[in-house]
């Protein structure tokens, strides 16, 4: 009589379902409380006076916030590494493994049989929760049913992924706190690598002087993140919901999903290299934190290197980051920890303390070696991020920020900021002497109180800041901070950073499109506002409408402002003693009949090839509406001060003020109030 091979065992599955059933059974509930009960509860109430489109896009918007809830990276991340723990606790405990493994049972059974159970565990609560989902959608009338089945095939792919990485952690240690260590590092080590070499960069690296601290979330993520599935995942994955102007939703759609098909091939070769593993294993390396032999010296090293630089870098910037022997300091510190992490994992990895050994002094000095060499590295801009500069075809857009803010997609515009940057770079060691040691932020102007415009101080040095944010095809973006000098000297040089900085900023037309429109020259000027304030026992304001005539007289006079310098808004207009802005409000009315252009926005350019609707189309449901209209009016609100004398004098040649004493600035406004106080 043939024997029966099988690869899956009924009975250790029903024992796993016995066992463990508060996992599936918790998961369960999580799942019908988050979408059918909260979908029920949310369009029960009854909508009385409001028609049938309305209550459409009700129970459309509530159908859309509860997938997207029931979408949590997190809540499967969390049952992922739960079931897979679940399943192969016997590999963490000597006693339980040999028993296991001494049953008439081969080992690709046991695998098999485990690791389905687990991922029953998570998709069956699934499944329910699906069919529930759709039983209250038909008792609520709601018939955009399509989006429970993607919603389903999302989690499940998400779930597949997961789980699968969660048993792979399970494989390489016999150990439970290690397992889920190695799931939560591997989540997040794309993240963790890149917020150190970021932080690193910007300690020892001209250019770099922008902290990083977007360590687990970043909404300017780029196709570069899909080696951090969590933070990813987290960010493209959800459900958008598209309105008309009168804030109704018409329709919503799931995105992110060609990105969870992609997860799925790494999880197919995961769950192969972990059967692999499985059949491999020692059942003596229960209770190790590494239990896979050669991967024992790559934890050491990693930990000894990654755990060194980031604590050495801690410590720098804790005890010595305004001190002129920054790096050296950078450097004895990392050798420490380097060798103290060394022997941490060393600990961990023999279960007990007393490790050194002399063998084990050159893998130690190769180790510290190997950690300073590449701050060494870092310092001597070897890898030559110094010197990158964006290409300008790979541009989409540019912010600048100095005395100005604004953000531009015009080519030219990006070709001459691209010589700016290109000056700098080629001549960084004479801008290098103007960078501190001091945080430096990408909207604040550093100078000194030293006019370079005196006579007697031709040479006193003023330095100004300037931040520069790229704007990339693929998503991303690439940020420098610079501190350039302005004095007459760096004017005097075309084609110095600072000459070529004022040139730009010189152009009243960046400024006008920034707080206006692109298009405003083509825009008809409609009107405006102008509020005149009394300050006596209690504040008056009394607000002027202004005539299309007299917005016209007025945004005249203010452009003669901007040419003039009066708002100081150039570089060279930093020593320069300007008055305080007047707190009256003054706006103007453009209006223009091919709708207004708004000036871009960082927002625009961020991930904008990214997020795509199911698997790469475009699968929606929409409720017919009239069609979307251009916004063919803006508010452009003027900021002045005294020095702004054209805008003064129409103010007063139109009658809407008798004398600049009508005129309230800020600071008195502010002595106003503090009176009262």
């Known amino acids: 009589m043939k024997s029966k091979t099988s690869c899956f065992n009924r009975t250790i599955f029903q024992k796993n379902i016995n066992r463990f059933w508060p996992v599936w059974t918790l998961y369960l509930i999580i ?28 129970k459309l918007t509530s159908l ?8 949590s990276v997190f809540l499967i991340c969390l049952f992922s590494i739960i079931c897979a723990i679940a399943m192969f606790s016997y590999l963490f405990s000597a006693r339980s493994c040999n028993m296991i493994h001494a049953l008439p049972l081969k080992r690709s059974e046991l695998f098999t049989t485990n690791y389905v159970s687990g991922l029953l565990f998570l998709v069956i609560p699934q499944a329910v929760t699906f069919l529930s989902s759709l039983i209250i959608c038909i008792i609520r009338g709601i018939t955009n049913v399509e989006h429970l089945f993607f919603w389903l095939l999302y989690v499940m792919g998400m779930t597949f992924f997961f789980y699968t990485l969660s048993v792979f952690c399970c494989m390489l240690s016999g150990h439970i706190c290690a397992s889920a260590a190695y799931f939560v590092l591997i989540l997040a080590v794309f993240r963790l690598i890149k917020f150190l070499l970021s932080n690193l960069l910007a300690a020892i690296c001209f250019g770099f002087s922008s902290v990083d601290t977007t360590l687990f979330y970043d909404t300017s993520a780029s196709q570069g993140e899909f080696l951090s599935p969590y933070t990813f995942l987290s960010y493209f994955v959800s459900v958008q919901t598209k309105t008309s102007d009168s804030g109704a939703a018409v329709s919503i759609s799931l995105t992110g999903g060609r990105y969870i098909l992609l997860y799925c091939i790494p999880a197919v070769l995961l769950l192969i290299f972990s059967a692999v593993l499985y059949q491999r294993r020692q059942l003596e390396t229960s209770g190790d934190i590494v239990a896979v032999r050669w991967l024992k010296p790559v934890f050491r090293w990693l930990i000894a290197c990654m755990a060194g630089l980031g604590t050495g870098y801690f410590f720098s910037e804790l005890f010595f980051h305004t001190a002129r022997y920054y790096f050296p300091a950078l450097l004895i510190l990392t050798a420490i920890f380097a060798g103290i992490w060394y022997f941490i994992a060393e600990m961990l990895l023999q279960k007990r303390f007393r490790v050194f050994k002399r063998k084990s002094v050159p893998q130690l000095i190769i180790c510290i070696g190997i950690t300073l060499g590449f701050l060494g590295c870092l310092k001597g801009d070897i890898f030559r991020f110094e010197e990158t500069v964006p290409e300008k075809r790979n541009i989409e857009a540019v912010t600048v920020s100095s005395t100005q803010d604004f953000t531009t997609d015009d080519q030219d515009m990006i070709q001459q900021i691209l010589d700016i940057h290109h000056e700098i770079v080629d001549h960084k060691q004479k801008y290098k002497k103007y960078q501190n040691n001091q945080d430096f932020f990408s909207y604040t102007a550093l100078y000194s109180d030293t006019s370079y415009g005196d006579d007697s101080q031709d040479t006193a040095i003023t330095s100004t800041g300037i931040t520069l944010t790229y704007y990339l095809s693929d998503g991303s973006h690439l940020t420098r901070a610079y501190i350039i000098p302005v004095t007459k000297e760096a004017f005097s040089d075309s084609q110095s950073a600072a000459s070529q900085l004022r040139k730009i900023l010189s152009d009243t037309d960046i400024y006008l499109k920034n707080i206006i ?20 026992k209690t504040i008056e304001e009394h607000n002027i409408e202004l005539t299309s005539k007299q917005a016209k007289v007025i945004f005249e006079a203010y452009k003669k402002d901007l040419e003039e310098g009066s708002l100081a808004l150039n570089i060279d207009d930093l020593n320069k003693e300007t008055a305080d802005t007047y707190y009256n409000t003054l706006s103007l009315i453009f209006y223009s009949e091919d709708g207004i252009k708004s000036p871009p926005s960082p927002e625009k350019y961020m991930n904008n090839d990214i997020v795509q609707p199911v698997f790469g189309g475009s699968y929606v449901t929409s409720i017919s509406s009239g069609p979307d209209e251009s916004l063919n009016t803006t508010d452009a609100y003027l900021q002045f001060n005294a020095d702004c004398r054209h805008t003064i004098e129409a103010l007063q040649t139109l009658g809407l003020i008798t004398s600049e004493s009508d005129l309230i600035t800020g600071e008195q406004y502010d002595d106003y109030y503090s009176q009262y106080e």
């Open 31 to 58: 799942l019908l409380v988050i979408i059918p009960l909260s979908l029920f509860m949310q369009t029960g109430a009854s909508y009385p006076g409001l028609s049938e489109s309305d209550i459409t896009s009700l």
């Open 517 to 536: 429109c692109e298009n405003y020259k083509d825009a008809d000027l409609r009107g405006g506002n102008f509020s005149t304030l009394s300050l006596g």
């Open 64 to 71: 859309a916030s509860t997938l997207d809830t029931g979408l």
